[in-house]
């Protein structure tokens, strides 16, 4: 039964020492087997963020799969963000660094979905282009007969209460080739608030992981998820920090 720690949205710029020591403590004790990361690992991707975050995730001591998020890329260096959006971030990246993991019947896949430009105000939606849905299909299909598990930075879909975001370009195709290859469930973050809900009916789980360590949110507390997959089935546990310790609860599908 593969145990997956699934972080996200880390910000480190803006995260509390006390809270990271006090979160790697609560994912070291839980002992996973893997840790997916689906990003914003830094608030402004400078070098010094990125140095941090990873010096953070290799100290959890589990096969890391880390994705990039929108704030992984520069901001408000629009000459960065268009010409080589992507530079820090592979600077930053270990040389040994995973696109997928395998454990134990379940394959974990990542899947970029970060953009550095919209049509619209929202810049930081995301996309996944039809190149990356190409190379997923390709994934995908090498991974026949496992539980998939894709992990990726922006939900494909947002429930009521965060509709004024945007669902990245192309989420509903993404969503139509998930379904028709049976992957199980999208690990993903970036707005900063636990919640699981299905894709459609028939379709994959989305869970979304709370942020790690940003202030920033819609206060929902900082946390992580616990990630089990037990005969094809997922639970997830989050692990929220709330009064200066940590409580577990079960996360359940919305609606
Ligand atoms: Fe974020
Ligand atoms: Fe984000």
């Known amino acids: 039964m593969p145990r997956i720690a699934h972080l996200s949205d880390l910000h480190f710029g803006e995260a509390s020492q006390a809270l990271v020591e006090s979160l790697a403590a609560d994912v070291i004790m839980a002992q996973p087997d893997a840790v997916a990361v689906s990003g914003d ?3 402004r991707a400078s070098r010094d963020e990125f140095a941090r975050a990873y010096a953070f995730l290799e100290m959890l001591g589990a096969p890391l799969l880390v994705l990039p998020g929108n704030h992984d890329i520069p901001h408000g260096n629009l000459v960065g963000r268009f010409m080589h959006p992507k530079r820090r971030w592979q600077r930053a990246r270990p040389e040994d660094s995973a696109d997928q993991l395998s454990l134990d019947g379940t394959r974990l896949i990542g899947l970029d979905t970060v953009s550095r430009a919209q049509w619209h105000l929202d810049w930081s939606a995301g996309g996944i282009t039809l190149e990356r849905r190409v190379r997923l299909a390709a994934e995908l299909e090498a991974a026949r007969g496992l539980d998939v598990i894709v992990v990726c930075h922006h939900p494909l879909r947002h429930g009521a209460w965060a509709t004024a975001r945007r669902a990245p370009r ?3 195709a993404t969503i139509e080739l998930l ?4 992957v199980k469930a999208v690990l993903c973050g970036h707005l900063h608030q636990a919640e699981m809900a299905r894709l459609n009916p028939e379709g994959p789980l989305q869970v979304i992981a709370p942020s790690a360590f940003s202030p920033r949110g819609l206060n929902a507390p900082n946390g992580w998820n616990l990630v089990a997959v037990e005969k094809g089935e997922l639970r997830v546990e989050t692990r929220e920090f709330l009064s200066g310790g940590w409580r577990g609860r ?6």
């Open 170 to 172: 192309e989420a509903g």
């Open 250 to 255: 079960e996360l359940l599908p919305a609606g």
């Open 41 to 43: 690992l830094t608030r």
């Open 179 to 182: 379904r028709a290859q049976g």
